[in-house]
């Protein structure tokens, strides 16, 4: 599958654990987008990275969260010491190039966190 | 007010109506619109970019009022599968270049 691959699929976590996500963009993509997602309501852009490189992080929250796209290996959306709140779908997606005129984005099927 | 606003939705209509999405954005400086398209606990997926001009792909039209910073989606002769939420997407500016930014998304319910 050359599209986007993000992993888990579905993650529980405590209340005050970590929860890591990843995304590996499609073949040949070096621009990486996390958009939240919580029930019923639309996507919530949060940071927009390229390799070693955050280029936007306005849509971050201040604290606990936290986002790398390193030289090798997918990109990671960290969030430390989750509270319930946090529960959402987390979609990444992935661009050939910056977002600009041409603008799609190409979605992976998206983490679902869920904290207890 | 949001960058992106939609119609709150949802749209229940049988099959073969016709059902138009509406969507305006703040930004004047918005540079290129889409719509997507969401199923349920699925990924956005685009549907079709918007022009200036205006275009059609099949039974979807679109159309962007750059004046009144307002964009549209007509769907034709509707189809129990354009039942999902389709959403206003627009690339406006942001630190570091632009950042895209989503509707809430308008729900379709097209029923037999």
């Known amino acids: 599958n050359a599209g986007v691959m993000q992993n888990p699929r579905h993650l529980v976590r405590r209340r005050g654990q970590e929860a890591r996500l990843r995304c590996s963009p499609m073949k040949g993509h070096s621009h990486v987008y996390w958009y939240r997602q919580l029930p019923e309501e639309g996507l919530k852009f949060m940071v927009y990275l390229q390799k070693e490189n955050i280029i936007d992080e306005s849509g971050m929250p201040k604290e606990r969260f936290s986002a790398e796209f390193p030289k090798e290996g997918p990109s990671i959306l960290r969030i430390q010491q989750v509270v319930r709140g946090d529960s959402a779908a987390y979609f990444c997606?992935?661009?050939?190039?910056?977002?600009?005129?041409?603008?799609?984005?190409?979605f992976g099927e998206g983490s679902r966190l869920t904290v207890l | 007010r949001k960058e992106v606003e939609q119609d709150p939705g949802p749209f229940n209509v049988p099959e073969g109506a016709t059902v138009a999405f509406n969507c305006t954005y703040s930004n004047s400086a918005s540079q290129s619109f889409f719509w997507y398209r969401q199923d349920c606990r699925k990924e956005p997926k685009l549907l079709m970019s918007?022009?200036?001009s205006g275009n059609e792909d099949g039974r979807f039209t679109a159309q962007l009022n750059r004046a009144s910073q307002y964009i549209s989606l007509l769907i034709r002769d509707s189809k129990l599968s354009d039942s999902a939420t389709y959403l206003c997407v627009v690339n406006a500016g942001g630190t570091g270049g632009f950042k895209t930014i989503f509707g809430a998304g308008t729900r379709l319910f097209v029923k037999a």
């Open positions: 918007v022009y200036s």
């Open positions: 997606a992935s661009s050939p190039k910056g977002q600009g005129l041409s603008g799609e984005l190409f």
